[in-house]
């Protein structure tokens, strides 16, 4: 069972993603509004993956994961990126902070867990 937080300011694609996720996929989901959230929902939660959107009001998706990784604990927790904008150089930025993939948005309901379960069964690749 793997434990997901899951950091998005809009209300309705929470609501499609926890259909996605908890109902299609099986996870338990833990979510957040935005990237102060989830810096106060982890150590309660202790997630295994960290799912974020990249475009939130205050702190967005990066700058939260900055944040968690500078705690010890969370220094090498798997994190996956969603963004309605996938751009060539951001992807690389994105990329180069270690998270295991980038979902572009609108994502598929019936195709989101099996998205995020094939990431998670690749971590062990790229030196998680």
Not at 7 to 36: H, P, S
Not at 50 to 78: C, S
Request: glycine share 6%; aromatic share 8%.
């Amino acid at each position: 069972m793997i434990k997901i937080l899951y950091a998005e300011d809009e209300e309705d694609i929470r609501a499609i993603a926890k259909i996605a996720l908890e109902e299609i996929g099986g996870f338990t989901v833990k979510y957040c509004q935005n990237g102060n959230e989830t810096l106060q929902a982890i150590d309660e939660f202790q997630p295994d993956l960290l799912l974020l959107d990249v475009m939130m009001p205050g702190m967005d998706g990066p700058a939260t994961l900055k944040k968690l990784r500078e705690k010890p604990k969370y220094k090498n927790i798997p994190a996956i990126f969603m963004t309605a904008k996938i751009q060539p150089n951001e992807l690389m930025q994105y990329q180069e902070m270690n998270v295991l993939d980038v979902i572009a948005k609108p994502f598929d309901p019936m195709k989101l867990s099996e998205i995020i379960r094939s990431a998670w069964d690749r971590r062990g690749d790229n030196g998680h």
